[in-house]
T-cell receptor, first 114, second 112 residues
Framework: QKEVEQNSGPLSVPEGAIASLNCTYS??????FFWYRQYSGKSPELIMS????GDKEDGRFTAQLNKASQYVSLLIRDSQPSDSATYLC??????????????FGQGTTLQVKP | EAGVTQSPTHLIKTRGQQATLRCSPI?????VYWYQQALGLGLQFLLW???????NRGNFPPRFSGRQFPNYSSELNVNALELEDSALYLC???????????FGPGTRLTVL
């Protein structure tokens, strides 16, 4: 069973702080990694994509990937109350051919307190 | 650029009925994916369509089926509805198969 694990939280940080969200995955064949943000009652919104080891920065967001450790993380700098949401880690299913399937973690709820 | 659209927003059915959900991908995207998000279960992969063909399906019974039309829009059909089919059904599209998937607003299906 291929799995993606996230701490469900809630993760509570003060406004302006750095929020650190973590994710581990079991499928060594995975090649594509994504972070989505989902507000309550809404659909997931893509925040970051990362495909190779290292860091990728986009504005206040930094994604980190370590394939050897099967670990993906998302850092949110200068956290704002509007960042309060559930963050979903998604990993492409690996294998000899592309299956189109993303495997999602259960999500980490982030609360940014003013 | 318009995003993924889905209809209807809400759908209420009774057990045993059939439900049809519709999705239009982002212009230029040929791959369409369907996911189910039931309460407490996270997003579960249902189906993948590309160029009009079903390419992969998740661990769901055959009463979940669908199709993709020549204009790349897609339809998800759920037959013989059961109470546990109540969920948010999300459609996504992508430009590249290994690229990010962009989600529509979802259809909330309630089975009474």
């Amino acid at each position: 069973q291929k799995e993606v694990e996230q701490n469900s939280g809630p993760l509570s940080v003060p406004e302006g702080a750095i929020a650190s969200l973590n994710c581990t995955y079991s499928d060594r064949g995975s090649q594509s990694f994504f972070w989505y943000r989902q507000y309550s009652g809404k659909s997931p919104e893509l925040i970051m994509s990362i495909y190779s080891n290292g860091d990728k920065e986009d504005g206040r967001f930094t994604a980190q990937l370590n394939k050897a450790s099967q670990y993906v993380s998302l850092l949110i700098r200068d956290s704002q109350p509007s960042d309060s949401a559930t963050y979903l880690c998604a990993v492409s299913e690996g294998g000899s051919s592309n299956t189109g399937k993303l495997i999602f973690g259960q999500g980490t709820t982030l609360q940014v307190k003013p | 650029e318009a995003g993924v659209t889905q209809s209807p927003t809400h759908l209420i059915k009774t057990r045993g009925q059939q439900a049809t959900l519709r999705c239009s991908p982002i212009s230029g995207h040929t791959s369409v994916y369907w996911y189910q998000q039931a309460l407490g279960l996270g997003l579960q992969f249902l189906l993948w369509y590309d160029e009009g063909e079903e390419r992969n399906r998740g661990n769901f019974p055959p009463r979940f089926s669908g199709r993709q039309f020549p204009n790349y829009s897609s339809e998800l059909n759920v037959n013989a509805l059961e109470l546990e089919d109540s969920a948010l059904y999300l459609c996504a599209s992508s430009l590249e198969i290994s690229g990010p998937q962009f989600f529509g607003p979802g259809t909330r299906l309630t089975v009474l």
